[in-house]
C-alpha cells in the first residue's frame, strides 16, 4: 500500500505545539564516578572523616572515603580530575546558594533538590489516567464520596503537588550552576520562573483530597503551563547570548566557540529533557480534566496511527516549504500503514514535522527550486514481536558533509541564514514560535536536538545517516510497549 503525496500549496490552521538529551540518571553518575574514584585495589576506608559534601556523596559506595578520594587525586591526571569534578558536580553541591535569593527559599530548594525524582513510563500514564490504581491510593470512605473521575484527577494532582517541586528543584540547581549560561540574562530569567513557579506549588495545600481543592490545583498548574510556554526560545536566547559571549572573548578562534558549545550541550540536553517530562505530566493531567474523547486517555492516543500522523507532517512541512521556496517535494510512504500503536500523537507529530522540513529544504537547497525533485520516501516498519516501531525518512538532498554530522546535534547549529535565527531570538522578538507552522522552514538548529530528546523520552531514540553527495536517512525509533521509565536528568 502506498500513500503518494502532492504538495498543498496553503493551509490555514496551526499545529499543537508539544515542548520538551544525553542524561545521566543518579544510578548511572555514582557508577561513573566510582570507576574514576576506585583504584584496582582500593585502600581501606578511612573511618574518622567528617562528614562532608564529598564524603556524603561517596557514602552510596561502601568502599569510597575522603581518603580515597586523596589517594586518587594525587594519582589521577589532570583530566580525569576534571572528568570527576564534572560528574559528581550535580551531588557535591546540593547546599547551593542562588543569585538574588534568599536563604530560607535557598534551602526550600536544596530539600526538594534532594529528593528522588518518580520517572513514570507511558504505560504508567495510561493505567492510572484509566483509574487502574485508585485502590491503592484511598481508602474506602473516599471511594464513596466522589466519582472515579473525581478519584484519579485528585490521584493525578496529588503525585503532581509532591513530584513537580522536585523536578522543578532540580533544574533551578543546574540552572545556577551551569558555567558562563548562568551569567546569561535569559538564563536568568529562566530561572526566576522555575522558582516562581516552584514555590507557586509548594504554597499549595499539601494534600489534595476533595474535588474543590482539585480544581484549584488544576488552575495553578495550567497557569505555570502557559507561563512556561516560552521557554524554549528563551533558553535558546540565552544560548545565542552564551554563544556571543565567548565569541567576542580575545583570542578564540570558532573551533574553540564549538567546543565551549559542546559544554553546555549537555545541560541543555538534561533541561529540555526535564521540560518535555515536566510538560508531560501536566498536560496529562489537564487533559485527563476534557472530556473524553474515544481511544484517548488524557494526551496518550491508545491507537496513534504513524501514517495519520506522517500525513499531516507532510502537509504542514509542504505548506512551509512552499511558502518558502515556491513548491515542496513529493512525499512517498510506505510499509505498514495499517500500524497503530499507544503513542502521545503531538510528539511523533512534532518528530516527523521536523525531519520532513530538513529533508524538503535539502532537497530543494541540493537541487534548486525549480528542478523536478527526487520524492521524499518515508517507510513504516513494525512486526507484532518487534520492540520499536521505525520509521525511516530518506531524501536525496545532498547529504551532510562528515564534519557537520556530530555538530547537528548541537543547540544553535544550523546552515540556515544567521539573519533567521537572530530574527527569532532577538531582543524584541517575543512572538517567536520554536515549532508549527507559524515558524521558519529552518532556523534556529533545535529541530534535531530536539526530536531526539522527544524520541527518548519514551525509550525511543532518532538517528541520522548521511551520504554526502547524495542525501540523508533519518530513523525513527520508538519503543513498541510504552513501559520503558522516562529518563528524569538530575
Ligand atoms: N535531511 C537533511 N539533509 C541535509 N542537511 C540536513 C538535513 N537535516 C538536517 N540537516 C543539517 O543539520 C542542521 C541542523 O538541523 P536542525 O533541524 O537541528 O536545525 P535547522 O533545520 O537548521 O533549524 P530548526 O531549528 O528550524 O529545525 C541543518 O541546518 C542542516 O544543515
Ligand atoms: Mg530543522
Not at 532540580?170 to 558562563?180: A, G, S, W
Amino acid at each position: 500500500m502506498m500513500y503518494r503525496h502532492l504538495p498543498r500549496r496553503l493551509r490555514l490552521g496551526g499545529v499543537t505545539i508539544a515542548d520538551g538529551g544525553i542524561w545521566r540518571s543518579r544510578a548511572a553518575l555514582s557508577q561513573r564516578t566510582l570507576r574514576y574514584l576506585v583504584p584496582r585495589h582500593p585502600p581501606q576506608p578511612n573511618r574518622h572523616h567528617h562528614a562532608n559534601a564529598s564524603s556524603l556523596v561517596l557514602s552510596s559506595s561502601a568502599s569510597s572515603s575522603s581518603s580515597l578520594f586523596g589517594a586518587w587525586k594525587r594519582n589521577a591526571t589532570q583530566q580525569q580530575q576534571e572528568r570527576f569534578i564534572s560528574f559528581t558536580q550535580p551531588m557535591l553541591s546540593q547546599e547551593m546558594e542562588y543569585e538574588g535569593v534568599p536563604p530560607d527559599v535557598a534551602k526550600l530548594i536544596n530539600t526538594h533538590a534532594k529528593k528522588v525524582q518518580t520517572p513514570v513510563s507511558l504505560q504508567a500514564l495510561m493505567r492510572t489516567g484509566r483509574g487502574e490504581f485508585l485502590d491503592k491510593h484511598f481508602e474506602d470512605a473516599a471511594v464513596e464520596k466522589h466519582t472515579a473521575t473525581e478519584l484519579v484527577l485528585m490521584q493525578v494532582a496529588s503525585f503532581l503537588r509532591r513530584e513537580l517541586p522536585i523536578r522543578l528543584a532540580h533544574r533551578i540547581q543546574d540552572l545556577e550552576k551551569v558555567p558562563l549560561m548562568k551569567d546569561m540574562q535569559s538564563v536568568k530569567e529562566v530561572k526566576q520562573l522555575y522558582i516562581q513557579s516552584f514555590l507557586e506549588l509548594l504554597e499549595f495545600d499539601k494534600k489534595i483530597v476533595n474535588a474543590d481543592q482539585e480544581a484549584a490545583f488544576s488552575r495553578l498548574v495550567e497557569g505555570i503551563y502557559e507561563r512556561h510556554s516560552r521557554v524554549l526560545v528563551q533558553m535558546a536566547k540565552g544560548a545565542y547570548e552564551f554563544r556571543n559571549h565567548i565569541a567576542a572573548e580575545k583570542g578564540m578562534n570558532a573551533k574553540d566557540v564549538f567546543a565551549k558549545m559542546e559544554e553546555t550541550h549537555d545541560f541543555l540536553d538534561r533541561f529540555y529533557l526535564c521540560r518535555i517530562g515536566i510538560r508531560v505530566l501536566i498536560g496529562q493531567y489537564l487533559a485527563l480534566r476534557q472530556p473524553p474523547v474515544d481511544h484517548y486517555v488524557g494526551i496518550i492516543c491508545s491507537v496513534t496511527s504513524p501514517y495519520e500522523i506522517v500525513k499531516r507532517a507532510i502537509d504542514d512541512a509542504a505548506f512551509m516549504c512552499t511558502r518558502k521556496y515556491g513548491d515542496a517535494p513529493e512525499v512517498i510512504m510506505s510499509g505498514r500503514l495499517d500500524l497503530t500503536f499507544p503513542y502521545v500523537p503531538t510528539h511523533l507529530h512534532y518528530i516527523m514535522l521536523e525531519l520532513l522540513k530538513n529533508s524538503m529544504r535539502a532537497t530543494v537547497e541540493w537541487h534548486g527550486p525549480d528542478a523536478d525533485f527526487p520524492p521524499i520516501k518515508v517507510i513504516i516498519a513494525d512486526g507484532s514481536d518487534n520492540e520499536d516501531v521505525v520509521i525511516k525518512v530518506s531524501d536525496e538532498g545532498g547529504g551532510i558533509p562528515r564534519s557537520n554530522v556530530k555538530k547537528i546535534w548541537s543547540y544553535l547549529f544550523t546552515t540556515a541564514d544567521p539573519s533567521i535565527q537572530e530574527g527569532m531570538v532577538g531582543v524584541n522578538n517575543n512572538e517567536a514560535v520554536d515549532h508549527g507552522i507559524d515558524s521558519p522552514l529552518a532556523g534556529l538548529g533545535y529541530g534535531l536536538p530536539i526530536s531526539r530528546s522527544y524520541c527518548r523520552y519514551f525509550g525511543g531514540d532518532l538517528s541520522i545517516m548521511s551520504m554526502e553527495g547524495y542525501g540523508t536517512d533519518a530513523f525513527v525509533y520508538l519503543a513498541r510497549l510504552g513501559n520503558s521509565k522516562e529518563p528524569v536528568p538530575i
